[in-house]
């Protein structure tokens, strides 16, 4: 027992000591006594309004703004009338009337009063019709989009929200614009936290049952991870409404499998050490100790390395990834917490019985050292060079599949694994209206220049000239600024209207003393991209340095680190390749969005290198016993089932992204778990176990262990 010494036996009794683990898990039930009324309301304090996404400096931006001054932000909702062999009288008589129902509604944020229409194509005999139907968009108003839809939907006699058309020439209604994509949008995150904690719990359950296979020690790490997320949910709720953190769907979804994964990570680490010293020590709370001691530095330094990695995105200029970082970064932190303190009290509270029925008995043979990574290790030391070599060729040719990525934004008819009511509705009235109509540009400038503006504007390839002007009701805020909107000829969401954004923004800036400014939402997605390339190029070598200093400061060398980060790299550009390859050919998936390189690249690096980290950690801490070679065999063989465990947990988790019917969530979500089966299986496994093997002991310069490496007595002076 000598070898724990006072400063472990301290800290590993401060949690699990025979008084301190009922303290412990005291404490806890306190705590989630107080929060759990709060964590039940993070729903209710995201924001996802337009601001909380967008670029802050952006031009953008600065329009939505503004705009609030001259009318209620809103966002239209466009109802499509259309029959390919004509709009017959009976059809005009409807959509009359429920022009007249539609202006008497005040449901849900609907300005019925301000309805315009209806606009009918320009064929002689119409065969195509639209009604725009603004909804007042304030700080609730994102919540009442759907709501204000289905209103919509049930005024004019379409409830099932799909179209009457069933072939034969008949009439199809359809809901479309802003409105009705948010609409569907908005359904789609609809249950976002309650699908993915379900989904996230089921794998967690399924894969501790494979690993433990102990039905009751399950239990344990998942009562320690859901306690963690309700934490973190009632602080981040907490920090939402009184300290002005932005929390939207996207980084509430995102907290729910991170907290899930990190946490059950953690777990199995600590777990598997703890097995070790329950068959070396008889006493329980001695065993989990040394565990804690042992294991613990490994842990904390994963945890630091995915919260500094994720608190790394608050220099980013998009809102949404900026917001996502201190979200992230506390989900994370408090799984941390909990897997240090609650679990492991827990654990040694049910006592050796809740490994049933494969109970780790004292005195018994590790299996690990007879197991299959023990003997990968062997195989690996006769010609490790060949094997590095070999796998890093082999991961470079998966990265070529990077030519194959389009990282250059999702269109709204791209955006959904199905395809909702209004990208029906927008394929339709594209064939009979300017494809931009709808969802325009929106101009604002000084009053003395604005006809001017408005000219050259209107002279802009990609505009429809005769669409400018201001829209019913609007005014002027203040005398010297006015507001115009312009409909382009394009689906707002194209590559080719953001090109009719950058050349109207460079029209309306060479106006003298003009002021203008160009915004909308097609210059809100231009901006978005702009910001998302900033993010891209300054946080990934940002998150590379942070990852490189903690391994660094916790195995002290510098070669290892550096080669740690060089595998975590390789691994990321193999599976951006692959996951590239299945994109186009298997799902069928039109692109990716632009910011999906550097999610991908942060979860990766700052949860992949955990894996690297632990095993790191033990070949450095049997290195000191019994030599750098001798010691990364012991390492992967004591460390292989357990990483390899975790790493199906982690994979699972973020693979449940893909229940949800967003194509950028569900592509997040495989590029992931992707990248964390390379990292668990190839890169871990064998690149970095061959590349150790060939490096031997140089790998810990400049610390005395590549001196010293046949100095079996080194672990005393280390």
């Avoid at 049952?209 to 981040?236: D, G, K």
């Avoid at 040394?290 to 980013?316: E, K």
């Avoid at 062997?378 to 070599?389: D, E, G, K």
């Avoid at 903690?550 to 070669?559: D, G, K, M, Q």
């Amino acid at each position: 027992m000598t070898e724990l010494g006072t400063g472990g036996r301290g800290i590993g009794h401060l949690v699990c000591g025979r008084r301190a683990k009922w303290v412990v898990l005291v404490l806890w039930l306190v705590v989630l006594f107080i929060v759990a009324p709060f964590a039940s309301k993070l729903t209710d304090a995201q924001d996802n309004e337009a601001t909380s996404w967008l670029p802050g400096s952006a031009e953008s931006t600065q329009v939505l703004e503004l705009s609030e001054d001259f009318r209620p932000q809103q966002i239209p909702a466009v109802v499509v009338y259309a029959r390919e062999s004509g709009l017959t009288a009976g059809d005009r008589s409807r959509i009359e009337e429920d022009v007249r129902e539609l202006k008497q509604l005040r449901d849900h944020g609907i300005i019925g009063d301000r309805t315009r229409g209806p606009v009918y194509d320009r064929e002689t005999g119409p065969r195509a019709a639209q009604i725009y139907v603004p909804i007042t968009m304030d700080e609730k108003g994102w919540e009442r989009i759907a709501p204000a839809v289905d209103s919509i939907r049930e005024d004019i006699g379409e409830e099932g929200g799909r179209s009457s058309a069933e072939g034969g020439g008949g009439l199809a209604v359809h809901i479309t614009g802003p409105g009705g994509t948010s609409a569907d949008f908005s359904e789609a995150f609809e249950g976002i936290d309650s699908t993915l904690l379900m989904s996230a719990m089921a794998v967690v359950i399924v894969m501790l049952l494979l690993t433990y296979r102990s039905p009751s020690l399950l239990l344990v790490p998942l009562l320690s991870v859901i306690a963690a997320l309700f934490t973190a949910q009632a602080l981040i709720y907490l920090l939402a409404e009184h300290a002005g953190l932005t929390v939207n769907g996207q980084s509430a979804g995102i907290l729910t499998v991170l907290v899930f994964g990190a946490g059950t990570d953690y777990a199995l680490l600590l777990v598997a050490r703890y097995r070790e010293e329950l068959r070396r020590h008889e006493d329980r709370h001695e065993a989990m100790a040394l565990a804690l001691h042992r294991a613990g530095p490994a842990v904390l330094a994963s945890g630091a390395t995915v919260v500094l990695s994720m608190l790394v995105l608050l220099v980013a200029e998009m809102n949404s990834t900026r917001g996502l970082g201190p979200v992230a970064a506390i989900g994370v932190a408090v799984a941390l917490l909990a897997m240090m303190t609650l679990f492991p009290a827990l654990l040694v509270i049910f006592g050796r019985w809740v490994f049933w029925p494969v109970i780790p008995h004292f005195g018994t043979a590790d299996p690990t050292e007879l197991g299959l990574w023990a003997r990968m290790g062997r195989r690996i030391t006769h010609r490790p060079r060949m094997v590095w070599v070999a796998t890093a060729a082999a991961l470079v040719l998966c990265s070529l599949g990077l030519i194959q990525l389009r990282a250059e934004g999702i269109s709204n008819a791209d955006a959904f694994t199905g395809k909702p009511d209004s990208i029906v509705g927008q394929e339709v009235s594209e064939r009979y209206f300017p494809a931009g109509s709808g969802d325009p540009l929106v101009i604002i400038s000084n009053q003395a220049q604005a006809r001017e503006v408005g000219q050259v504007v209107a002279d802009t390839p990609g505009v429809v000239p005769d669409s400018l002007g201001l829209p019913p009701g609007t005014k002027p805020a203040h005398e010297g600024q006015v507001l115009f909107e312009a409909t382009m000829s394009d689906p707002a969401d194209s590559e080719a209207a953001k090109d009719t954004v950058e050349r109207v923004r460079d029209a309306v800036h060479a106006v003298p003393e003009a002021d203008a400014q160009v915004g909308g939402g097609t210059a809100a997605l231009l901006d978005m991209d702009e910001a998302t390339t900033h993010d891209n190029v300054l946080i990934i070598p940002l998150v590379l340095v942070v990852v490189l200093l903690i391994l660094c400061v916790l195995l002290r060398a510098l070669i290892a680190p550096l080669l740690l980060i060089g595998t975590v790299i390789l691994s990321f550009t193999a599976a951006l390749g692959i996951s590239a390859l299945a994109f186009r050919y298997l799902f069928d998936y039109a692109g990716e969005s632009t910011d999906f390189p550097l999610f991908v690249f942060v979860f990766l690096v700052a949860l992949g290198i955990d894996y690297n980290i632990f095993l790191t950690t033990r070949i450095r801490e049997e290195a000191a016993h019994q030599g750098t070679r001798k010691g990364v065999v012991t390492g992967l063989a004591a460390t292989g089932a357990v990483i390899t465990s975790a790493g199906l947990v982690l994979a699972g988790t973020f693979a449940a992204l893909g229940t949800l019917p967003m194509v950028a969530f569900a592509e997040i979500g495989f590029a992931v778990a992707l990248g964390v089966l390379l990292d668990t299986f190839v890169v871990r496994s064998v690149l970095v176990t061959a590349l150790f093997l060939d490096v031997g002991p140089n790998v810990w310069w400049p610390h005395r262990l590549a001196r010293e490496e046949d100095n079996h007595h080194v672990g005393s002076t280390v």
